[in-house]
Each structure stands twice: as structure tokens, then as C-alpha cells.
């Protein structure tokens, strides 16, 4: 079958001829429909995140799945249902207490792989398997779009954490600031819009016209600008919001997004970063968060809850969304246009296509 891989030593993605994988009992076996692409995969390339299967030579690339059961072995699902697996897996060395709570996205980096992006191979092939407790059903007419699933349900864990860390008090957001205009930040903006925030803010790096600029005034929401107003600067220009989600992996954004917040505000800080060494004025920080009784708080990777949380949001989130957020859906002789449009600001989610329902 085809796989879309990269090898050791390189940076840039190729089409490898594997075999097709034979389910395990309590797996399934699935034929993928289409794999998403986001930052990630590109820090996956660019080896700044992630890596090899131990031993192997190359990693599978993907881990937005969504796919159609072939082979059912001795599971609950049947031939012919769509689902969309999880990324996480336990690691070499054997399960652990995260997978057995069903909370494999507590796992610190040692304690798990990650399908497509760190230690075991992604879904970017025309076939894959999985162990029944790591697939999440999709209703058949969300199919298409089932590849938002995965991306969706890392908000929905996010923005589950950040609502567990005001619970304590009456918190009733009603604005919040996105840190990225990338397929994350959009997502995100498109989710928060659906639940009713009043007042929401994007920022970006770009000129207009440019479409993820039209996603975000389309939504009714505010695009900043980081080249003209810094985020320090956004209370003073805009106004301070209940929430900040940094989806940018810019790093100053992690501890900026604090002068940002408002009073009882959390940041979900969600970015990858490269490492980078900078001043920072941590006596400010440090006063900002305890007198204002502001919270930060870091979210990786999701669970099955989250997954399934995500399927209805995705169900929820209005057509002309989806239709403009993904600009590509590439085949695999193609994937090279898939992988590509992270240079081209036209171009906004894509992702590559293996079979069809
Ligand atoms: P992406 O497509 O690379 O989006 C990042 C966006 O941020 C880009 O549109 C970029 O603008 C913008 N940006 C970067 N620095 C900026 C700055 N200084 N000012 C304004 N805008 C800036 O990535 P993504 O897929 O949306 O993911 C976003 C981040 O979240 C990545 O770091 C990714 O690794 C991470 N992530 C984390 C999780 C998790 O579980 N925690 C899950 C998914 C993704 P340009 O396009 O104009 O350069
Ligand atoms: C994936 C998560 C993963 C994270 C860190 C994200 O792009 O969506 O599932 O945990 O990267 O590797
Ligand atoms: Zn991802």
C-alpha cells in the first residue's frame, strides 16, 4: 500500500510502498478516508518535534485521521462505520496508569508515543490499525470532514482545562483573544464564536487581503496585527480578555499573553516552540498573575472523551467554515501540493486523500 513517510536525515515528505498491516486481536482494521496536515507535521519534517519509531528508518507522517472499518476482528465496531483514531499509544517499555485512566494526554513525553509525530508511525497510509479503545466513531454524513476531529478535540481539552482552572469562582467569559491565525487558531475562533462569546480577537501577521483574515472578520471577530500592536499592547488598543489561547508557538506569547488577560483571565498556552532565550520581567509576571488572580495554563495532545466532545462540535460548526478553512484536499500522486501550501497564503488547512466513502 501507499504511505506518505519522511526518512531519517531528511525534511521533506515521500510516497513509500509498505505493507498492509494485519490487525492484532482487539484491533481494527481501518482504510483511511483522508489525513489532515498541521503545524505540527511540518515541525514532524523540519525535526524540530517528534521522531523515528525506535530502530526504523522512517516514521509514517499523520495524525488527523478519519477512516472506514474493513476489518472489525473481535471489537464492538463493524465493517463500514467511520472513525477517527486517537494519536496517543503507550510507549515501548508497556502501558501505564495514564492509559489505564483513559487519560493518555496527561502522559508526560516519556511515558507515551505519538502516532505520525513522535516514536510510532502516523495514519498517512492507505490502510492502518488500531486497538478498538483508540477509534472514536463519526456519523457517516461528517465523514469528508472527519480529519477536523483530532484538531477539534485538542481545543475542547484545552478549553476543558482552562474552565476547570476558574471553577473555583463565578467565571463567565465573554471575550477572548486567539494568538495565531493558523488551522488551530481558526478552529479555535470558529469554536468559541459557537459558544457565544461575545467579543473575540484574532491575532496574525499578515496583510490583507488574505483569506484566514476573511475567516476572522467573517466570525464577527477582531483581526490584530502583532506587527503593529504587540500583544502587551492589545489591552490599551482593543481591551483585556476573559481568555487567551496562544496557538502561534511564538514564545514571548507564552508569558506576554498574562498583560493580556483580564482581571480572574487564563491563558491555554497550546504552541510547540523552538527553543529560544529571552529577558522577560518575571517580577511583573510574576505580580500580574497573583494580583489580578490570573491563571496560565499548558494543554497537550486529547482523549476519547474529547474526541467524542469534538464530534458534535464539528457537526455544529456552520458549512462556510469548513468550506473556507480547507482549501485543499489533495490525492496521494499529490501529496507534494498538500505539504506545500505552508508557503502559500492562499492556502490554509489541507489535507491528502486516500480513499472515498
Ligand atoms: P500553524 O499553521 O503554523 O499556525 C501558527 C500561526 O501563528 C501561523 O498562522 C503564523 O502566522 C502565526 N504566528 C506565528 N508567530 C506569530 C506572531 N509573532 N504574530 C502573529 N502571528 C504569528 O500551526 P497550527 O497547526 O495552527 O498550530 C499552532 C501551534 O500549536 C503550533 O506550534 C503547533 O505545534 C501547536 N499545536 C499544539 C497542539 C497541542 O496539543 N498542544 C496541537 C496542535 C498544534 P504565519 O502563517 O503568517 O506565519
Ligand atoms: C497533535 C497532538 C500532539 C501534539 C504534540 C499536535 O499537533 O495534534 O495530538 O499531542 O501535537 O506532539
Ligand atoms: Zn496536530
Sequence with gaps: MDAIVVRRGESSPEVAELPRPDPEPGEVLVRTLRVGIDGTDHEVLAGSHGGF????????????????????????FEAGEVVAPTVRRPPESGSNEFFA????DMAPPEACVERGIDGAHGFMAEYFTSPAESLV?????????GFLVEP???????????????????????????LGNGSLGLLTLAMLDARGYDRLYCLGRRDRPDPTIDIVEELAATYVDSRQTPVPEIPEAHEPTDLVYEAT????????????????????????????????????LHEELVLNNKALVGSVNSNVRHFEAAVETLGDLPAWFRDDLVTGVHDVDEYGSAFAAVD??????????????
Aim: hydrophobic residues 40%; charged residues 25%.
Design 249 to 284: 508557538g511564538y514564545a514571548k506569547h507564552a508569558f506576554e499573553c498574562v498583560e493580556a488577560l483580564a482581571p480572574g483571565g487564563v491563558g491555554a498556552l497550546l504552541g510547540v516552540p523552538d527553543p529560544w532565550t529571552f529577558e522577560v520581567d518575571g517580577g511583573r
Design 53 to 76: 519509531p525506535p530502530g526504523e528508518d522512517y516514521l509514517v507522517l499523520g495524525h488527523e485521521a478519519v477512516g472506514v472499518v474493513v476489518d472489525a476482528g473481535d471489537t464492538g
Design 101 to 104: 485512566r483513559g487519560e493518555p
Design 152 to 178: 477539534i478535540s485538542i481545543t475542547e481539552k484545552a478549553l476543558e482545562h482552562a474552565g476547570a482552572s476558574r471553577s473555583a469562582f463565578d467565571w463567565t467569559p465573554e471575550s477572548a483573544l486567539v
Design 344 to 357: 502559500d497564503e492562499t492556502a490554509i488547512k489541507t489535507a491528502i486523500q486516500f480513499s472515498r466513502t
Design 137 to 145: 466513531r463519526v456519523p457517516e454524513s461528517l465523514a469528508e470532514w
